[in-house]
């Protein structure tokens, strides 16, 4: 019998190839309903991971998930990437941390769900981790059975607070004190 081997932490390539242009703004350029969720990626002593890549998926504001092409464009010269159309709100961004872990995300509001789902890819991790970003004034956040489950001190870890505006913190805590919560999907 063969048993598996085990996963092995790569990288950091993160920032070379998959990153796009674009990648941090699925909601069409101009949009006056787009919102802002940004934060800080910390490693478990509580300083800036400047290597994380964070991808966010969420259904468009009427709820659908059907998601729209547009991010992945070709350019058919170069074969490289253009990005985004920015026509088309794709429901997808990807978005590597910059030097002081920092992120920033526009996007319109989701449909049908309070939160915006997140995958998160690091440095020193085997697997990528896979967590929300719930929006605390939308109208079915209280209503949330994720959130119905957890205890108070856990339930903060998934807030993204509004700041002003249309702007939303979301900080994502890998490890320690105040670590986000973290899902499993089985």
Not at 55 to 82: C, H, I, K, Y
Request: proline share 10%.
């Amino acid at each position: 019998m063969t048993l598996p081997t085990p996963s092995q932490t790569v990288g950091p390539f993160y920032g070379y190839a998959l990153p796009f242009p674009g990648g941090d703004s699925p909601a069409p350029a101009g949009d006056p309903a787009a919102i802002t969720v940004h934060g800080l990626v910390l490693d478990g002593a509580g300083q800036p991971v400047p290597d994380a890549l964070l991808e966010f998926w969420q259904p468009g504001p009427d709820g659908s998930r059907a998601g729209r092409p547009g991010s992945m464009r070709r350019n058919q010269v170069t074969g490289g990437f253009l990005g985004r159309d920015g026509v088309d709100f794709t429901g997808f961004a990807r978005i590597a941390t910059d030097r002081d872990g920092r992120y920033a995300l526009h996007t319109l509001p989701p449909g049908g769900v309070p939160y915006l789902a997140v995958c998160v890819f690091a440095r020193g991790l085997t697997h990528h981790l896979f967590t929300r970003a719930y929006l605390t004034d939308h109208p079915l956040y209280a209503a949330d059975p994720l959130l119905a489950t957890l205890a108070a001190e856990r339930r903060t870890s998934l807030q993204a607070d509004r700041e002003d505006g249309r702007r939303y913190r979301f900080d994502i805590r890998l490890q320690g004190e105040k670590e986000t919560t973290f899902l499993v999907f089985e």
